[in-house]
Nanobody, 126 residues
């Protein structure tokens, strides 16, 4: 089993940066994928980025490519989402989720993930 705890959200201005953290406990051996998703009010939850268990392979949504960077520290089993050049449309609750397996087309699909954190709010003001 996996247990994720997200942190790092907050209120920032357009153009600012934030770093989200997802600390995973429980099972630590792979292969598994850690993904970040977000959900804005009135919208469906959407894929943001994902990283493979090893930390070597990553995947991004087109809307964040070039602005967000996902990384993994295997010494403390924590995944980070560095968010730069934030825009008001990035405002959402950000969730960390884990699923077993390797990066694939299914990595972008919400229902592919079985273990979810509680979420952290990110608000970007214009």
């Amino acid at each position: 089993q996996f247990l994720q705890v997200e942190s790092g959200g907050g209120l920032v201005q357009e153009g600012d940066s934030l770093r989200l953290s997802c600390a995973t406990s429980g099972r630590t051996f792979g292969p598994y994928i850690t993904g970040w998703f977000r959900q804005a009010p009135g919208k469906e939850r959407e894929f943001v980025a994902a990283v493979a268990w090893s930390g070597g392979d990553t995947m991004y949504a087109d809307s964040v490519k070039g602005r967000f960077t996902i990384s993994k520290d295997n010494t403390n089993n924590t995944v980070y989402l560095q968010m730069n050049s934030l825009k008001p449309e990035d405002t959402a609750v950000y969730y960390c989720a884990v699923t077993t397996g390797r990066l694939s087309i299914a990595t972008r699909i919400t229902r592919a993930y079985s273990h979810w954190g509680q979420g952290t709010q990110v608000t970007v003001s214009s």
